[in-house]
């Protein structure tokens, strides 16, 4: 009998085919953009009004123009002379430079003990520290100023940033999850060189943890800049005032319940959120860096 063969079935030839979702389409690409410029023009109305605010006259100053119809350039010259603003930023920077500086370094090494070693309690050591994060500020308020009061250190700046010393509780969380990312085979092969515990953490857990650091001291820097409410309690010598702190006492001065020279007010306020503005600019690549390398660390 004769065998039939049957030909072998031609193939179509492959044709490459695109990862889906790499290229969009060009309306949801615009759209995206879009939506964008919408959130950017929002968020950067107030700060445009607020500099264009600070160059008006007393008398346009809420006439609501982004561009003033008069420019006022002695208002600077005005606002050196009405308060000591250079004195209020440098004492802004002394308190979020150490506030900063204490915060990070001693979440660093709480977060790093808590990733590393491992004893008995551990898991509710840490579940207690995280429960911290559930007390407002303000049930600790009156307990803290006590213990400041009785030793002498009120009206001074040291309750501004000497708290920091012993951590925050987002931080170590935050420091923690970075130190968990790194292999424990690392410190293990340190250990077996003879690194005692602190060099593990100094020469191997801090360098390794630059990200997670800078947005550690970022944000605080940030919070130090911004907080109103311990130097509002703590500090009563003008020359002592932060720059939140020396706002606050231009508004009142120069402010509804004071002279009505809102132009005073407006230049302060420009010159207060210039620094923060500044330090984004320098910082944002580490920023940005240290969010997506902590966000994907476990």
Request: aromatic share 14%; proline share 7%; glycine share 6%.
């Amino acid at each position: 009998m004769t065998q039939l063969v049957r030909a072998p079935e031609r193939t179509a030839p492959a044709v490459p085919m695109r990862t889906a979702g790499r290229v969009r389409p060009r309306w949801r690409r615009m759209a995206y953009l879009a939506a964008v410029g919408v959130l950017a023009v929002l968020f950067l109305y107030p700060l445009v009004w607020l500099a264009g605010a600070a160059l008006k006259p007393r008398t346009e100053v809420f006439d609501n123009r982004l561009i003033p119809r008069h420019f006022a350039w002695s208002n600077f010259v005005e606002v050196w002379q009405a308060a000591p603003v250079l004195a209020w930023l440098g004492n802004s920077a002394a308190v979020g430079l150490a506030a900063a500086t204490a915060v990070t370094l001693s979440s660093a090494l709480v977060a790093f003990g808590f990733a590393y070693f491992e004893f008995p309690g551990r898991g509710l050591c840490f579940a207690l520290l995280l429960g911290t994060m559930m007390l407002p500020s303000a049930v600790t308020l009156v307990p803290v100023y006590l213990i400041w009061n009785r030793l002498g250190l009120v009206d001074t700046q040291v309750p501004l940033w000497a708290a920091n010393l012993f951590g925050s509780a987002f931080y170590i969380f935050l420091l923690r999850q970075f130190f968990l990312g790194i292999p424990r085979e690392t410190f293990e092969a340190a250990r077996l060189d003879g690194a005692s515990a602190w060099q593990l953490f100094w020469r191997i857990a801090l360098p390794l943890a630059r990200p997670a650091m800078a947005i550690v001291f970022v944000f605080e820097i940030q919070a130090s800049w911004n907080d109103l409410i311990r130097p509002l309690i703590y500090l009563q010598s003008p020359r002592l005032y932060t720059i939140p702190r020396g706002l606050k006492a231009v508004v009142d001065q120069f402010g509804q319940a004071g002279e009505f020279h809102w132009e005073i007010v407006m230049c302060t306020s420009l010159l207060a959120t210039l620094p923060m503005l500044v330090i984004f600019a320098v910082a944002q690549r580490h920023f940005v860096t240290g969010v997506a390398t902590t966000i994907r660390r476990p």
